[in-house]
């Protein structure tokens, strides 16, 4: 049974009451969730809810907007792909931060705004992850210092993405060569070792790696059955021969 869209099993219960109130839409209930968003980076815990309630309050109050605080609830959303969170707070961000992109190599111009450029390049990971272009996420990543910015205050977010790339990829395939999941995983040796071991539970075999069967990487049959009753045909057939030639 799939848990309901507004569940967090961590939310305190002032959260909870201010969410299920009409404080939900007090302006002045924004510091209580901008502090909740950095609870929530620090905790790596996450509430997508109280995110999109926070971003729903700077819309009708964007005086009170905080950068910091939009693109920390951007950062959490790229941690639980491929779930749509991203595209979700994407949605609630005024248009201006969503300027198409100045250059035609497809990166942020050095005179965008600060908060578009972040966006920007928060919105080219998400697409690199929903693509399951692992690699050029991580080569990406490390390509600019604004991105050891942006994502600075998300404690464990390269953890957070490997334990979310790797639940990707136990659902679509049993077995993979080494070398790929290491550049998928932006991981080498030992530390490679534990992560798919400990934390996985996977196995190194050589130069592959296998992943155990599960409900979702288990290759099934699909028997397809028409179920047409004989008086449903015989009725097709009767209206052919009715129509005038």
């Known amino acids: ?12 219960a002032h959260i909870d009451q201010i969410l299920n109130g009409l404080d939900r839409y007090n302006p002045e209930t924004t510091t209580v969730f901008q502090d909740y968003v950095m ?3 620090e905790s790596q815990t996450y509430d997508c809810y109280a995110n999109l309630a926070l971003l729903k309050l700077y819309q009708f109050n964007p005086h009170l907007a ?13 941690t639980v792909f491929p779930n749509p969170d991203f595209s979700l707070a994407l949605s609630l961000l005024p248009t201006h931060v969503l300027a198409p992109l100045s250059s035609a190599a497809h990166t942020p111009a050095a005179g965008d705004a600060p ?7 928060l919105n080219a990971l998400n697409n690199l992850l929903g693509g399951a272009d692992y690699t050029s996420f991580w080569s990406t990543l490390d390509s600019d ?15 957070l993405i490997r334990v979310r790339i790797a639940v990707t990829v136990s659902q679509a395939i049993r077995e993979v060569e080494r070398s790929i999941l ?12 534990h992560f798919v071991g400990t934390v996985c539970g996977w196995e190194v075999d050589g130069s592959n790696v296998k992943i155990p ?24 057939i ?3 021969y009715e129509q005038p030639a």
């Open 1 to 12: 049974m799939s848990r309901p869209f507004d569940y967090a099993p961590e939310r305190p």
């Open 39 to 41: 609870q929530q980076c």
């Open 66 to 78: 905080r950068e910091e605080t939009i693109t920390n609830i951007l950062v959490k959303a790229l």
């Open 115 to 121: 908060l578009s450029e972040a966006v920007q390049k």
């Open 145 to 159: 210092d604004l991105y050891a910015d942006l994502v600075a205050d998300v404690s464990g977010f390269e953890e």
């Open 182 to 193: 290491e550049s998928w995983l932006n991981l080498q040796g030992k530390e490679f070792e």
């Open 213 to 236: 069967l599960n409900k979702e990487n288990e290759a099934k049959g699909t028997v397809v059955r028409e179920n047409v009753k004989f008086d449903q045909f015989a009725r097709v």
């Open 238 to 240: 009767r209206r052919a």
